[in-house]
């Protein structure tokens, strides 16, 4: 694991985003292509924006596949979803559709899990490792749609797989940890001080996945980076 403490945000976002295109150059130097995983969310978009203004010429785009950690069940239409802020703020790379991969919302939640599971088998075919998943911290120690207290916590027989959200009254569609856990890479976006408690308690309290969900990223055989700033780096010990 390594730990990336920045000034701020801004200075975090540059150098994920120089991270991003270094491993993807590799990536797609060794095998062709780049498999990456997005986050959603509020962290995330200044991130997509800049590779796609300052990081346009440095690697072959069309060389790059993009699939969704988690998704809001709702339309691609939709102000909340991810596919949607994604691929604004990408807009100006002109990426292909048969480049993204979006959940399918038209279906109910549980067959939209199973179908976005079915793509990403096809798209891996045996060994179902991304190059790159990047992911973001919520301020309850929730991870892609891994929130506390939910089943899909413990899921260890889906790729993928539909989650209820009984306070917020909404599904949402989410890699398990099984999946995430396959990546040679994971990367977190962590600003604020409003995250900087729930950061101290994936990183220092005991384990307690059902409380703090982001401490069941662990990559079998791959590498976990944080890429944060000086905020919500603010109630780590050391
Ligand atoms: O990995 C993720 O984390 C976020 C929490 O990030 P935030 O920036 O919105 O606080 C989550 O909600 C998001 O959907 C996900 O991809």
Known sequence: MKLNIYKDSDAAIQSIATYLVDLAKKSIAEKGRFDI????????????????????????????????????????????????????????????EAQIFKVDTSLDPESAALD?????????GENVAFDLILLGLGDDAHTASLFPGTDILFNDENLV????????????????????????????????????????????????????PA???KPLNGEVQWFIDEAAASKLSN
């Open 161 to 212: 797989k539909d989650v209820y959200l009984k306070d917020k009254e909404v599904y949402r569609i989410s890699m398990t940890a099984p999946l995430i856990n396959q990546a040679k890479n994971v990367a977190f976006l962590t600003f604020g001080e409003g995250k900087a408690n729930a950061l101290q308690a994936i990183l220092e309290a005991e384990k307690d996945i059902t409380k703090y």
């Open 37 to 96: 995983s997005l986050s959603g969310g509020s962290s995330p978009k200044k991130l997509y924006e800049l590779l796609a203004k300052n990081f346009a010429s440095d690697i072959d785009w069309t060389k790059v596949f993009f699939f969704f950690g988690d998704e809001r069940y709702v339309a691609h239409d939709h102000p909340d979803s991810n596919y949607l802020m994604a691929t604004t703020a990408m807009a100006p790379l002109n990426l292909g």
């Open 215 to 217: 401490q069941l990223i």
């Open 116 to 124: 976005y599971e079915k793509c990403i088998k096809k798209h891996f």
